[in-house]
């Protein structure tokens, strides 16, 4: 019996008789670069006695540095005592972890290359989201997209309109040109500031395997491809592409069932820019407008029409008209908002100087 229960406190059977952890070391588990700050931070539900911290190396448990550099903190959040344990003296690139106050941190690297795919690392997450072909499920979703509501002329409300692609947003299906054109712009960017920085080892599909244009370039023409369907011409555009009836239950976006109108199958609605509020069921936005969405659209359009010209010049050609046509659009109107339906929920759209001006300054002219 007294095996039995040794055995069980050792595989953790019985985890009420055991001592819980109250200190924790955090660390960057990136790494860290030799020539930079090298900081860990220890938080605690006690307030143990941190005089001394330990840099120790991974595979020996050899110490290899200590110090009594640490910056001692009150209460926060959760936690009733934290500090700071600096290293940012040892510079020597290896394995290591910090140990102090009887606990020890994650290991991490010093390296010069800690940082190297991290940029391409986030597009996992991307590819992950599209809408129309997945490369993760190898399969295609909301292919049926969609069919438009709100349109000012009365004969095309419930026709159907190609707006299949893009990202799903967030967890769960719906689909903003708020968020996507941010996504889309915030892509493009990163590309002009740094471009050394993005490596090429997935085609436009998102499949692995390179194609001769950076991966980042591939999510960001992703999105601009939805954006442009979803302002097919000229005072045409569209806000959203589903709403909030979509939080229905937990599944695949290929095997998704939400029915939104029965007469529509498996279509989705398509939110036409109105400048007033929407919302088909119960609840509505407080729309006043459609600059801040026509500005997402100018600003993502211009600064694709720069960056794609080398990789895609027949299409960026295309997309600097459609730029001009949106902000043009955008300096009749306010504000406007994401639709909701049974849920009061929408987002505000703000228009910043970089959204208007930042773009028309270095692309247009």
């Not at 924790?24 to 220890?42: C, F, H, M, S, T």
């Not at 936690?79 to 972890?97: I, T």
């Not at 199958?265 to 026509?294: C, D, E, H, M």
Request: aromatic content about 14%.
């Amino acid at each position: 019996m007294k095996n039995i229960f040794l055995l069980c406190i050792g595989i953790g059977l019985l985890p009420g008789l055991l001592p819980a952890q109250s200190t924790w070391i955090r660390v960057n588990q990136l790494g860290y670069l030799p020539e930079d700050k090298k900081v860990a931070v220890l938080v605690s539900k006690a307030t143990p006695q941190v005089s001394s911290f330990e840099l120790c190396e991974e595979l020996t448990n050899k110490v290899v540095f200590s110090s009594r550099s640490i910056q001692t903190f009150g209460e926060y959040a959760a936690f009733r005592s934290g500090c700071r344990l600096n290293f940012s003296s040892f510079n020597r690139e290896g394995r290591y972890y910090v140990r102090a106050a009887g606990v020890r941190s994650p290991s991490f690297r010093i390296a010069s290359e800690v940082y190297a795919g991290t940029a391409d690392f986030i597009l996992r997450y991307m590819r992950q989201q599209r809408s129309g072909y997945n490369p993760y499920l190898k399969d295609s979703c909301h292919t049926q997209d969609g069919y438009i509501v709100y349109h000012p002329d009365p004969a095309k409300n419930g026709t159907h309109l190609d707006v299949s692609g893009g990202w799903h947003d967030a967890s769960d299906y719906l689909q903003y040109v708020t968020t996507s054109a941010n996504a889309t712009y915030q892509m493009l960017f990163a590309y002009q500031q740094n471009p050394g920085s993005f490596g090429d080892a997935h085609d436009a599909s998102g499949h692995p395997g390179p194609n001769g244009i950076p991966d980042v370039l591939d999510e960001a023409k992703w999105g601009l491809d939805w954006l442009l369907k979803m302002n097919p011409a000229k005072d045409e555009m569209y806000n959203q592409l589903a709403d909030d009836r979509d939080h229905l239950k937990m599944r695949l976006p290929n095997l998704d069932s939400v029915v939104y109108d029965p007469k529509q199958g498996f279509r989705r609605p398509v939110y036409f820019i109105t400048g007033q509020p929407q919302g088909l069921l119960r609840y509505q936005n407080r729309t006043k407008g459609v600059a801040s969405t026509a500005g997402k659209y100018a600003s993502t359009f211009a600064l694709g029409s720069r960056i794609l010209a080398p990789f895609y010049p027949e299409y960026a050609q295309k997309l600097l008209p459609k730029a001009w046509d949106a902000y043009a659009f955008g300096r009749k109107f306010q504000v406007c908002q994401t639709a909701p339906a049974v849920r009061p929920i929408f987002m505000k759209k703000t228009i910043t100087w970089m959204t208007w001006n930042w773009p028309l300054h270095s692309c247009f002219n």
